[in-house]
């Protein structure tokens, strides 16, 4: 694992935005596999103004789902599938037969899970995933005492998770379980990036970065992914001994 500090999050998320870029270059058939939330967004619009400049081509890139909310549907505003749509695969004009993202909504929710790992069974693996990290540790929805031996799966929400991800709703919601994809695919993934920013993360990245390697801390099993990169900004890396 690398760890990579940078002295903003403008910096941060242009060196980020960069590495998608050049993985797209060096691959134009990538298969991406991109979080949702705050961390991100400005390494999203980085991309889109970046890769508008270059004329950069997405024809034949693959993007599959990291994870949803069970239960809210794709057009509330604060859906993963609604926010990708929104910053990425809209201004990329990103064609919806290249773009796998779980069904929330529904009935056979383990189908949809068989279903997602064949999608990226078939597409020959992920070559790019960009995580956030939440203050709980998740990565993903894999929460604290994951078992880190899942492909995709549905989980019950860590209550750390439920109080925080209702900053993504414009009204309250019940946020009870999440579908996301597991640690298998992490550890099988060719390259994986953990973006995090701003002080509110600097507790958890030390506990990722500096403490044991446990599912306690999901995150912290990125350290022994041979191929993995933190980004960090000044504020998130405060603590790091
Ligand atoms: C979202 C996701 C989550 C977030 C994490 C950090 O798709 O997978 O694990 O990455 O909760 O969220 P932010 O970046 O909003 O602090």
Redesign the pocket.
Known sequence: MKLLIFDSYETQSQAVADAILSQVARKPESVLCL???????RTYQLLVEKAKAVRMDFSMTHFVA??EWVGIPPDNSGS?KY?LTKNLFGPLAISSDRIHLFDALTSDIKSECAAMDDIIQDLGGIDLML?????NG????NEPGVSTELYSHVIQLDEV?QK??Q??FKERVEIKEGI?LGFQHIRQTKMVLL??NGS??AEIITKMLEGEITSDCPASILRKHSNSYVYLDSLAATNLS
């Open positions: 979080a949702t939330g705050d961390s991100p967004l990291l994870d993963c926010f995580v956030g990290i939440g203050i998740h990565v993903g929805f998770t925080v991800g900053k993504y996301t973006i995090a509110k993360k």
